[in-house]
């Protein structure tokens, strides 16, 4: 195996480039078609579905304009691209992988102008196009794919700029870091140390009036922003943001909160959850390992201390939000990768593999094994959780039933229902229960995460005045009840 052709290639920088592109080609088709998944998962993404529908619907006269409390550079270019294509979840789902395969011409690209050892290119296909929850992601109607394919953009031309000072450079990045901010807010930590160091290029420089091509990078960054400011001006926009108004440092120490999504508790404080971009499996493994060829330098010389600053204080500052999700680490990702890449070339060129290089072109392969192992892991979980929003809502539409309400899945599953028959969410508001109404209740989730919530308002109302009869369930977590008279006691 270790002189086989397919090995040979993945350890050519000249062949493993397009080795990978033909793999996500056919990942793709595999993860289309094989495992049926459209890149909706959970109320997240299907809230940029349907958000982009909204947005398609206004500027085509159809509908009106809606709050938002996330950024929505994601769905409105997803909103453009359903104008051409049609509404379809697909359509959201390429922008997702065309930034993923983006975001990775960036780093090849970084790697070819900064003359760096060829061995980078295998860094990057196996480090990077294959880790396991950035490659996952691509297939996800989400916004971080897009966001870190700005970010590359931005390393690419902030590189640029700091050997050259050219001004096509500096145009470049001001419009690639605004866009990359005004898709996912927080990521302009990550671009403090990059800004700082321009600002202070300006200065010497005594180019002050460069720095009006960054208000007009930010300007039309803002574009959709402002969209939904003039056209709803009760909602939307960074400050309607409740993760970011719950902001704390104290969080950093923190395992356990109470938000707008229920109680939510976790085994580790978020400080030492942030560090999970370091080691945990479905990020890149090997960075540790590669400890072992890392010199000092290369974390705190010239442009590699401001890369290894953009990270220490990102996962600072995601460490102060009152929740956990692995989502928040991925901006991070490609820094993390550039400051990987000269110990990777000292491994790579170790003296001791010369004659041993077989064995080290095996543990490659053995890595990506385990890579691939992991996404395809990952992959059918999603896929998992999609057939069973679609079970919901093809189980809706054979009932004739006037109200249905849950939560968690409601947003998910209305995705594929009509107006008529859509489920009330329990989380936000409180309601007036009758009889027939129809609830969706997960009874594990329910006594872990929304006993201090309106979530156990509403059910207590329900049960108050209404008997329940089971008339579905859904695996061993999720059943379907029907409020019925209640039994006058004799």
């Known amino acids: 195996m270790s002189n086989s052709p397919f090995l040979r290639a993945l350890t050519n920088p000249s062949t493993a480039p397009n080795l990978a592109a033909l793999a996500i080609f056919l990942l793709a088709l595999v993860v289309i078609f094989v495992f049926d998944f459209n890149g909706l998962i959970g109320q997240d993404t299907h809230e940029y579905y349907r958000f982009s529908h909204v947005i398609s619907d206004f500027l085509l006269g159809k509908g009106d304009m809606e709050g938002f409390y996330w950024t929505i550079m994601y769905p409105f270019i997803g909103a453009l691209s359903q104008m051409v294509t049609g509404e379809s979840p697909y359509a959201l ?24 050892d060829k061995a980078a290119i295998i860094l990057i296909v196996v480090g990077y196009v294959f880790c396991p929850v950035m490659l996952k992601n691509g297939f996800h109607v989400m916004s971080e794919p897009l966001t870190v394919f700005f970010l590359c953009g931005s390393i690419y031309y902030f590189n640029e700029y700091s050997k050259y000072s050219k001004l096509k450079h500096l145009t470049y990045w001001f419009f690639f870091a605004a866009f990359a901010v005004f898709t996912r807010y927080p990521v302009f930590i990550l671009l403090v140390p990059q800004s700082i160091f321009i600002f202070l290029r300006i200065v010497k420089l005594r180019k002050y009036q460069y720095l009006a091509i960054g208000a007009l990078a930010i300007f039309f960054a803002s574009l959709p922003e402002m969209l939904i400011s003039v056209a709803n001006p009760e909602g939307g926009g960074l400050f309607d943001n409740y993760f970011l108004k719950n902001w704390s440092f104290l969080n950093l120490f923190k395992s356990s909160f109470l938000t707008a999504d229920g ?16 080691w945990y499996p479905v990020f890149f493994t090997l ?7 890392s010199k000092k330098s290369d974390f705190v010389k010239s442009e590699y201390l401001i890369y290894t600053s953009s990270v220490v204080l990102y996962l600072l500052f995601s460490a102060g939000f009152p929740f956990q999700n692995i989502r928040i680490l991925v901006p991070a990702f490609p820094f993390l990768i550039i400051l990987s890449i000269r110990p990777f070339i000292r491994f790579w060129n170790w003296k001791r593999f010369e004659n041993y290089k077989a064995f080290r072109n095996g543990a490659i392969l053995l890595f990506l094994t385990a890579q691939l192992f992991l996404f395809f892991y990952l992959i059918n979980a999603s896929a998992n959780r999609n057939h069973f929003e679609k079970e919901v809502a ?33 989380i936000i508001e409180l309601h007036e229960f009758r009889e027939g109404d129809v609830l ?30 089971r008339i579905r369930g859904f695996g061993s977590e999720w059943s379907v009840y029907e409020l019925i008279k209640k039994e006058e006691k004799k």
């Not at 789902?93 to 760096?116: D, E, M, P, T, W």
């Not at 004739?400 to 859509?422: C, P, Q, T």
């Open 287 to 293: 960075f540790f390992f590669l400890l072992f060829w």
């Open 394 to 426: 093809a189980y809706i539409e054979s009932l004739n039933k006037e109200r249905y309400f849950g939560y968690d899945i409601d947003v998910a599953v209305n995705s594929y229902l009509d107006k008529s028959k859509k489920i009330e969410n329990l």
């Open 263 to 278: 109680t939510q508790v976790y085994v580790l404080p978020n400080i030492l959850f942030a560090s999970k971009l370091f």
């Open 93 to 116: 789902q390429v922008i997702s992988l065309l930034s993923h395969i983006g975001s990775a011409v960036f780093l090849l690209k970084y790697i070819q102008r900064n003359h760096i």
């Open 440 to 469: 969706f209740f997960n009874r594990d989730q329910y006594e872990k995460v929304w006993t201090k919530s309106n979530v156990h308002t509403n059910i207590q109302r329900a049960l108050y005045a209404h008997d329940t009869v």
